[in-house]
T-cell receptor
Framework: GAVVSQHPSRVICKSGTSVKIECRSL??????MFWYRQFPKKSLMLMAT?????????EQGVEKDKFLINHASLTLSTLTVTSAHPEDSSFYIC??????????FGPGTRLTVL | GNSVTQMEGPVTLSEEAFLTINCTYT??????LFWYVQYPGEGLQLLLK?????DKGSNKGFEATYRKETTSFHLEKGSVQVSDSAVYFC?????????????FGKGITLSVRP
């Protein structure tokens, strides 16, 4: 199947700093990518839908100024957590849509904010 | 709104045991239903899906039948293997094409012992 990568896989940062997470579709082009957040023992929560060449669509309750999304090419979307705080510590997962009803998921990024 | 409810875990089975993981959903209209699997250290992978009532999805010995009357999509396997140890997510999508989004259950961890 199609491959989606995320970088970094794990990041530790100090409170107040910003962190950028990359999501790449390695062998297909994706006009749409999704960003999820996964809390311990909870389901994946969709944060936003990233559309190539246009603004991301954020789910209700997700701060767009806090979680900046850029989808500058058909193979790359980035999520920047700005002024991170300990409550932002989580597992962030991206996916890329390869066809109307199929998404391929990245391996996730573990963010720890001290 | 849409929601997916999975049975509480974790589940621990002996090799060759029968597996059932329950999943029920709430959705408007006629959603598509999915089971995703996440092996340790990897991203989510689509295991199987069903797009309409009474459809049966199957893959790698796993099966699930779309039951509209009980709004369920339970996952079954007749004889589990150690390599089936993973986290299993039930999900639904209530739209098609460009507007499709996934709603996930909380996931359940399956451990299979030799």
């Amino acid at each position: 199947g199609a491959v989606v990568s995320q970088h970094p896989s794990r990041v530790i940062c100090k409170s107040g700093t910003s962190v950028k997470i990359e999501c790449r579709s390695l062998d297909f082009q994706a006009t749409t990518m999704f960003w999820y957040r996964q809390f311990p023992k909870k389901s994946l929560m969709l944060m936003a839908t990233s559309n190539e060449g246009s603004k991301a669509t954020y789910e209700q309750g997700v701060e767009k100024d806090k979680f900046l999304i850029n989808h500058a090419s058909l193979t790359l979307s980035t999520l920047t957590v700005t002024s991170a705080h300990p409550e932002d510590s989580s597992f962030y997962i991206c996916s890329a849509r390869a066809s109307p009803n199929e998404q391929f998921f990245g391996p996730g990024t573990r963010l720890t904010v001290l | 709104g849409n929601s997916v409810t999975q049975m509480e875990g974790p589940v621990t089975l002996s090799e060759e045991a029968f597996l059932t993981i329950n999943c029920t959903y709430t959705a408007t209209g006629y959603p598509s239903l999915f089971w995703y699997v996440q092996y340790p250290g990897e991203g989510l992978q689509l295991l199987l899906k069903a797009t309409k009532a009474d459809d049966k999805g199957s893959n790698k010995g796993f099966e699930a039948t779309y039951r509209k009357e009980t709004t369920s999509f339970h996952l079954e396997k007749g004889s589990v293997q150690v390599s089936d140890s993973a986290v299993y997510f039930c999900a639904l999508s209530d739209r098609t094409g460009a507007n499709s989004k996934l709603t996930f259950g909380k996931g359940i961890t399956l451990s299979v012992r030799p």
